[in-house]
């Protein structure tokens, strides 16, 4: 079982509406959470972490449960420049340096 | 600042070939790690370090080995290629842990026939 999992999609959206997509964790004692964008053949950058009370930045809103041990991502009136993969990143608790675990991402499409 | 750069872009080698990819930051920053990006699989950790002098293992280190002389240079040494070593390699930076901002650089294509 991989230890982060992510409905590949993709996830075809029509701009300025709504989509929303969820990422699965299994090791219940990680702390750490997080989005990176990564745009076709470049490198990932990060979105935005994800807190325990949940967090917005503009149109995006992540959320944690930790009771079923997912986080979500939602984005608010699509732009045609939201087209990208979105990785859910969790730490690992191995070590006080931890060791990050990539989920193999999640593809949005936006659409005129 | 340049932040995290790569070298080369693209390379193609033969099995048993040898090369390093080089990774450079200017952040100043103590973590470093080499990833690599396969379809349909996550980033997976190949090595990582939290300083200069310090490296340490990730999830799939076999054929490949590290160093980290200063706190700016991470190179990635492939040591005898194989085909399965296909893939894209990033390498990132951050400032002290992974759980920092990681900072991408533009990534290396390899392909190894």
């Known amino acids: 079982r991989k230890e982060v999992e992510q409905d590949p999609g993709p996830f075809n959206v029509p701009e300025g509406a709504t989509v929303a997509f969820n990422c699965t964790y299994s090791?219940?004692?990680?702390?750490?959470f997080f989005w990176y964008r990564q745009d076709c053949r470049k490198e990932p950058k990060l979105l935005m972490s994800?807190?325990?009370s949940g967090n917005e930045d503009g149109r995006f809103t992540a959320q944690l449960n930790r009771a079923s041990q997912y986080i979500s991502l939602l984005i608010r009136d699509s732009k045609l420049s939201d087209s990208a993969t979105y990785l859910c990143?969790?730490?690992?608790?191995?070590?006080?340096?931890?060791?990050?675990?990539f989920g193999a991402g999640t593809q949005v499409v936006v659409t005129p | 600042n340049a932040g995290v750069t790569q070298t080369p872009k693209f390379q193609v080698l033969k099995t048993g070939q040898s090369m390093t990819l080089q990774c450079a930051q200017d952040?100043?920053?103590?973590?470093m790690s080499w990833y690599r990006q396969d379809p349909g699989m996550g980033l997976r950790l190949i090595h990582y370090?939290?300083?200069?002098?310090?490296?340490d293992q990730g999830e799939v280190p076999n054929g490949y080995n590290v160093s980290r002389s200063t706190t700016e240079d991470f190179p990635l040494r492939l040591l005898s290629a194989a085909p399965s070593q296909t893939s894209v390699y990033f390498c990132?930076?951050?400032?002290?842990?992974?759980?920092?901002?990681?900072?991408f650089g533009p990534g290396t294509r390899l392909t190894v026939l």
């Open positions: 990132a930076s951050s400032y002290t842990t992974s759980t920092d901002t990681q900072y």
């Open positions: 090791n219940s004692a990680s702390q750490s």
């Open positions: 994800v807190y325990s």
């Open positions: 990143v969790v730490n690992g608790v191995t070590d006080s340096w931890g060791k990050l675990q």
């Open positions: 952040m100043n920053h103590e973590y």
């Open positions: 370090s939290v300083g200069a002098g310090i490296t």
